[in-house]
């Protein structure tokens, strides 16, 4: 069983890959990372992450999101993405990359709800992934 002290130290880390003035480990970048909160309850979260390495460029992309199964098909994910790309152009990015499973017809469609061209399809260290990216 996780514990409290455990997700509160997995939080402080989290904050920390936000925080430009701590430093990151080799092979990390910044990120940004939001909750999706109703009532105390999280029901998701995004991650903006403000530059690609090799395997984010590769694999994942600028943006990851998830929801819980019980918070899907209420458009959360479509609203918090929209918010992030906000954030991605405040940053100062022009465009950003998203991934996701290739079976994942939800989230391709709010990936493309907010302008994603899909790229390609193609087998990657996660699995077959459809890449778009959003023009900002």
């Known amino acids: 069983m996780r514990s409290p002290a455990g997700f509160a130290a997995w939080v402080t880390r989290l904050n920390d890959r936000s925080d430009p003035a701590k430093p990151l480990d080799a092979g990390q970048v910044r990120c940004t990372y939001r909750w999706i909160v109703e009532d105390d309850r999280v029901l998701g979260g995004i991650a903006l992450r403000h530059e690609l390495n090799d395997f984010l460029l590769r694999v994942a992309g600028h943006i990851g999101y998830g929801i819980r199964p019980s918070a899907r098909r209420r458009g ?41 061209v899909l790229e390609d399809i193609r087998d990657t260290e996660l699995g077959p992934a459809r890449r778009y990216w959003i023009t900002l």
Request: some cysteine.
């Open 76 to 116: 959360l994910a479509t609203w918090a993405l929209g918010r992030m790309l906000g954030e991605a152009r405040a940053l100062g990015l022009d465009r950003v990359l998203l991934a996701c499973e290739v079976d994942n017809i939800a989230s391709a469609r709010t990936i493309e709800q907010h302008g994603g």
